[in-house]
Nanobody, 116 residues
Framework: QVQLVESGGGLVQPGGSLRLSCAASRKDFNIDDMGWFRQAPGKEREFVALLTSGETTNYADSVKGRFIISRDTAKNTVSLQMNSLKPEDTAVYYC??????????WGQGTQVTVSS
């Protein structure tokens, strides 16, 4: 199968920016869509952004206009540029891949903390 590995999390002040990356362990593994989810302490995991193989994007209302998802299909990577970060963006961010053969598969997550 394939492993997803996230990177780029950290501590940032409100109004700052971070860029998350997610790489699949196999470049030749077909992934139909890749996206980002997040889970804050005491809350359920929630959708953040999605990019399909057809280059269609979808964003949660809470991040529209601030976050940008992009993908390198040849390298099987997906990134999330996060701008104008707010304390409520603090969460563990998870990368998710999906295809028709294996369904969903997830990375282990990377912590993003927005605090002054």
């Amino acid at each position: 199968q394939v492993q997803l590995v996230e990177s780029g999390g950290g501590l940032v002040q409100p109004g700052g920016s971070l860029r998350l990356s997610c790489a699949a362990s196999r470049k030749d593994f077909n992934i139909d869509d890749m996206g980002w989810f997040r889970q804050a302490p005491g809350k359920e995991r929630e959708f953040v952004a999605l990019l399909t193989s057809g280059e269609t994007t979808n964003y949660a209302d809470s991040v529209k206009g601030r976050f940008i998802i992009s993908r390198d299909t040849a390298k099987n990577t997906v990134s999330l540029q996060m701008n104008s970060l707010k304390p409520e963006d603090t969460a563990v961010y998870y990368c998710r891949g999906r295809n028709s053969a294996y369904g969903e598969f997830w990375g282990q997550g990377t912590q993003v903390t927005v605090s002054s």
